[in-house]
């Protein structure tokens, strides 16, 4: 019985040629230099990939920064029109030269950036382009000829960003 505990507790040796031993020597440290290169992949590719989410929020955080600063210029524009309209500045003519100005300059910043109207007026009804707010009658006109733009339509780049609202017509 003291064999059989013996059997039991003793560690079983294995016999290998010195050749096999150093084969799987070799390749055990193989193994673990590939594990150690794998994990330090890994820790390469996770801070790469939350460097990469962190410049993806700062992107998406500051993208309309040059467009938000050619807006501002816009806006002092404005404040300087009221701030004249409000001392009684008395030249309308030039108040109403203001004004189109800052309108001619915000749409030259639009169309940098790729903005553009839909044209709609005396044009066929297409529901890619335009929303049908209201239908009149009248018989001079093609059905579904675009009557009058209530509100403006735009495209950015090709993409429609705001239908046009439309008043169409009906026979």
Do not use: C, W
Not at 49 to 67: C, T, W, Y
Not at 80 to 96: C, G, M, P, Q, S
Not at 159 to 170: E, Y
């Amino acid at each position: 019985m003291d064999e059989d505990k013996k059997d039991i507790n003793a560690e079983n040796v294995v016999t290998l040629k010195e050749s096999e031993y150093l084969d799987l020597k070799n390749a055990f440290e193989k193994s673990k230099a590939s594990q150690d290169n794998l994990v330090r992949v890994h820790a390469d590719f996770e801070n790469l990939r939350k460097r990469l989410e962190r410049e993806k929020q700062d992107f998406l955080k500051f993208a309309n920064e040059g467009i938000i600063l050619e807006l501002l210029n816009i806006l002092d524009d404005l404040e300087r029109t009221i701030n004249l309209a409000e001392n009684k500045h008395e030249d309308l003519d030039v108040f109403l030269k203001g004004v189109e100005m800052i309108l001619a300059h915000l749409y030259d910043l639009l169309k940098e950036h790729g903005v553009k109207p839909i044209e709609a007026e005396g044009k066929i009804f297409d529901p890619h382009f335009h929303e049908a707010l209201m239908q009149v009658e009248n018989k001079d006109l093609a059905d579904h000829t675009i009557v009058e733009v209530l509100q403006k339509g735009y495209l950015m780049y090709e993409r429609v960003i705001r239908t046009a609202k439309v008043k169409v017509s009906k026979k």
